[in-house]
């Protein structure tokens, strides 16, 4: 092997190892959690229901992963999720499923009101998540006509 090659393929194993055992990367949950409840924000806001769901089921797979993070900078993110995330979740996850319509916008926002509850009781309270109706993504977020 080339030694140009060894000394790549050295750094790279010894910078995997070193990220292995530093804390979790919350960022990329938090991106992706921001990203699904905002699309999600924009199919209840369009009145499309199957879009909801799909959104919804993507916004519980990473609130679920939330929920396996012990610890981030010494706050307990695993168990805040499980105790002010997810029982908001819920209950916008059962207006959608009992075709409840006219609750889904206020059950969103509790949603999101409890992600800033969370901010704040981790001294994050300076990142505060609002919806808005603004669509940055090239995708139409009304209901096909069937």
Do not use: W
């Not at 010894?14 to 990203?35: F, G, K, R, S, W």
């Not at 209840?44 to 990473?62: I, K, P, Q, S, W």
């Not at 996850?93 to 075709?99: K, R, W």
Request: with cysteine.
């Amino acid at each position: 092997m080339k030694p140009a090659i060894a000394f790549l393929l050295s750094t790279m194993l010894a910078t995997t190892m070193a990220h292995a055992d530093q804390e979790p990367d919350m960022i990329d949950n938090m991106v992706a959690m921001q990203y699904f409840l905002h699309k999600l924000s924009l199919s209840v806001g369009a009145g499309n229901r199957e879009l909801a769901d799909f959104y919804a089921h993507e916004l519980e797979e990473t609130i679920e992963e939330a929920e396996t993070i012990s610890e981030y900078h010494g706050h307990p993110i695993g168990a805040l999720v499980t105790s002010m995330l997810v029982p908001a979740f819920d209950a916008f996850e059962d207006a959608l499923d009992e075709g409840r319509h006219a609750e889904l916008g206020d059950r969103l926002d509790q949603v999101i009101n409890s992600c800033n509850a969370c901010h704040g009781a981790t001294g994050y309270d300076f990142i505060r998540i609002q919806r808005n109706t603004h669509n940055p993504y090239m995708q139409a977020f009304e209901p096909l006509d069937k």
